[in-house]
């Protein structure tokens, strides 16, 4: 809202969706077949990942449910790229 000699004008913005702004890196929901290959890999449990809530602005409209793995791959400078993984909780 902004005040103008006594006058209140409201001033709307424009919503920006968070998954399709530039600096959001990509995410991605895991099959389950790749969750298992992937936990496989790094020998862990999906409880020792980082964990990601479900109403996170950039996975909303992925339509993620507690309990998916979320693949995310940043830009790297130095590396290209690099690929982080989520577990999805509830809050």
């Not at 103008?4 to 995410?27: C, E, M, S, T, W």
């Not at 298992?36 to 890999?41: E, F, G, I, V, W």
């Not at 964990?51 to 339509?63: K, R, T, W």
């Not at 507690?66 to 130095?78: E, L, Y």
């Amino acid at each position: 809202m902004l005040l103008l000699r006594g006058l209140f004008l409201a001033i709307k913005k424009n919503p920006v969706l968070v998954p399709d702004h530039i600096y959001v890196p990509q995410h991605e929901i895991m099959t389950i077949k790749e969750s298992k290959q992937t936990l496989k890999n790094f020998n862990c449990l999906v409880t020792e990942l980082p964990l990601i809530f479900v109403n996170d602005p950039a996975i909303i409209g992925l339509g993620v449910k507690p309990g998916d793995m979320i693949k995310i791959t940043r830009k790297s400078a130095t590396a290209g790229k690099s690929i982080y993984y989520r577990y999805v909780v509830e809050i």
